[in-house]
């Protein structure tokens, strides 16, 4: 998801990629056979989907956003906006301003594949929410920015995990 590395952390996040998940401004080159999973938030988001693969015109949203993007335009899958909504109403309660990639993510498995396994959500042994590929110096910033509730999400994704529908390894 977003610009979440494999390289390097094959032991904890395996080697194989499927589907990465990037809205434009956390977009990253794909390898050859990746399916591209375009969350857009905002209409600019699918103009800039057009141009990364053509032009390159758009190379600004609310920040600098990669000008092209390498990815393979047949394995291009894009979230249906009523998905989010979906999703932001009806898993999250509307905590939040919206969920985050992740359970965008895992929402989306849990509906179209038969087992999901859980790997890297939630928070480190101090409490601190982060990316595992960054060296962040607010960890604790993800719970003040009030973009996603990762307190929420965390309690969903073991009530999911306690029902039997994923299988989640902390």
Not at 13 to 24: D, I, L, R, S
Not at 78 to 103: A, C, E, M, Q, R
Not at 109 to 126: E, L, M, P, R
């Amino acid at each position: 998801m977003n610009k979440a590395p494999t390289a390097g952390f094959e032991e904890d996040v395996g080697a194989k990629t499927t589907h990465h998940f990037m809205y434009p401004e956390s977009a990253i080159n794909l390898n050859p056979g990746v399916h591209l999973v375009l969350v857009p938030f905002k209409p600019l988001d699918l103009e800039w989907l057009t141009s990364a693969l053509s032009s390159g015109d758009i190379q600004y949203t609310y920040e600098r956003v990669k000008q092209f993007i390498k990815a393979d335009k047949d394995k291009i899958l894009i979230v249906n906006p009523t998905f989010l909504k979906y999703i932001h109403d009806k898993w999250t309660k509307k905590h939040g301003k919206y969920p985050s990639t992740g359970l965008i993510a895992l929402i989306f498995a849990i509906h179209t594949c038969t087992q999901v396994s859980v790997f890297g959500f939630g928070a480190d042994s101090n409490g601190n929410w982060h990316h595992f590929w960054e060296e962040n110096d607010n960890p604790g910033g993800f719970h003040k920015t009030g973009v996603h509730d990762a307190v929420f999400e965390q309690r969903l994704i073991e009530r999911l995990a306690t029902e039997g529908k994923v299988a989640f390894y902390k």
